[in-house]
């Protein structure tokens, strides 16, 4: 294989991580000078600054009355945990999965809750289960993007809207790049670092008024740690969803949230917000389609994410390597990339098939990306020429 030049123009912005994610353009640390440091989150001030939070986040999304919104600990993975071990067990379970965080919260409900009746629905990298499958009379857990997988549901049709059983939806990697029907989602969790690269280690938590009324309905015969608790004396802990957060929360990565909920308001809010996620990924689209080494991982174009872009390559000269020679290629290329400053933490997750994965949210520009691609050329060049 000829190994070309390296190409010229590089990327002004190297961070393709798919979590914690690139901060949005323009970031400075002096943003957040106006972080309450030194008081107490449930001082009036720490209070109002995770009001303001709450608020701005329901305004952008354009959520439903009667939904509501609260700032819990453990990022996206304790407010889905939360959510599970608070909701699950009053009926049936159809747990859906077809890449690695999706398969932990099957594992979860299998092995730690220890539900009798759950039924798996599971696909393969690249694949989605068959959704029409799932049964409206039980409650469905999934996510909405598969951030390790690069699969995400194309759309919300098949849950129905007289369902009696309740959607639980891991959409971290979705929301604010992706449109969600909100209406078809009784409990919805992300985390701050993904689509508008915030700081890690805090959680949201979005309620249905269906999923309030199962919490102040039933109770887990399990018990429930402190920071798993919603309700008290039989009622919804309101304050939760007011700013009176279970744990001290981070005012410094509060106020970081709140610049990048500034930041996308000033750009003109969700649209803009999915309009750039939706041109990044147009970018790869077009390099994918007439670049013959590469493929996306997800097969059906209509299931394939805007935001975590998982790539695998179809190279004859690579496939025919062994199989342990193939898990070392996307490592060196991603190495190389490194090295060259213009591409960090590109390299496929660790459990999926072996391949590349490129953050396309909404921080990202569209520019970076077009100038990364050659780069990923370049890299592949040079590491089957190394073989």
């Known amino acids: 294989m000829n190994i070309p030049d390296p190409p010229v123009r590089r990327p002004e912005r190297p961070c393709f991580s ?25 001082s009036t001030d720490g209070k109002a600054k ?3 939070a709450i608020r701005r986040t329901r305004e952008i999304l354009h959520l439903p ?24 067990g009053a009926r049936g379970v159809d747990a859906l999965a077809w ?53 995400r549901v194309p759309d919300g049709d098949w849950i129905a809207a007289d369902r009696d059983g309740l959607t639980l939806c891991d959409a971290t990697s979705a929301v604010f790049a992706q449109p969600l029907p909100w209406d078809k989602l009784d409990v919805v969790t992300y985390s701050w670092q993904k689509v508008l690269g915030g700081e890690a280690a805090h959680g949201m938590l979005i309620l249905s008024p269906r999923a309030v009324e199962r919490l102040e309905t039933y109770t887990p015969p399990w018990p429930l740690p402190k920071v798993f608790r919603l309700t008290k004396g039989g009622k919804l802990s309101a304050g939760i969803f007011k700013g009176s957060t279970i744990n001290t929360p ?15 308001e000033g750009l003109g809010g969700l649209d803009a917000l999915h309009a750039r996620a939706d041109a990044n990924f147009a970018a790869v689209a077009a390099w994918v389609e007439r670049t013959p080494w590469v493929d996306f991982l997800a097969r059906e174009p209509a299931t394939r994410s805007n935001t975590s872009v998982c790539l695998k390559i179809v190279d004859p000269a690579f496939t025919a390597l062994a199989a342990d020679r193939r898990a070392k290629v996307p490592k060196q290329m991603a190495a190389l990339l490194e090295a060259e400053g213009v591409a960090y933490d590109v390299a496929g997750y660790r459990a999926a098939p072996p391949g590349l994965r490129v953050w396309c949210g909404a921080t990202i520009e569209r520019a970076d ?19």
């Open 50 to 52: 995770l009001a303001e």
């Open 99 to 151: 890449e690695s965080f999706s398969k932990g919260w099957v594992t979860d409900v299998l092995e730690q809750l220890r539900l009798d009746d759950v039924r798996v629905l599971e696909a393969d990298y690249g694949e989605l289960p068959d959704l029409a499958q799932v049964d409206p009379e039980r409650d469905v857990v999934f996510a909405w993007n598969g951030t390790t997988g690069g699969v």
């Open 18 to 42: 798919s979590g914690p994610c690139s901060k949005r353009p323009g970031w400075k640390l002096e943003n957040l000078a106006g972080a309450r440091l030194g008081r107490s989150h449930r």
């Open 369 to 387: 990306v077009e100038a990364l691609l050659p780069w990923l050329d370049w890299a592949f060049a040079w590491a089957m020429g190394s073989r």
């Open 65 to 88: 009355d009667g939904y509501r919104v609260g700032i819990v600990p453990g990022s996206d993975t304790g407010a889905f945990e939360m959510a599970m071990w608070s909701l699950l």
């Open 250 to 264: 981070s005012l410094l990565c509060v106020e970081d949230y709140l610049d990048a909920l500034e930041w996308a």
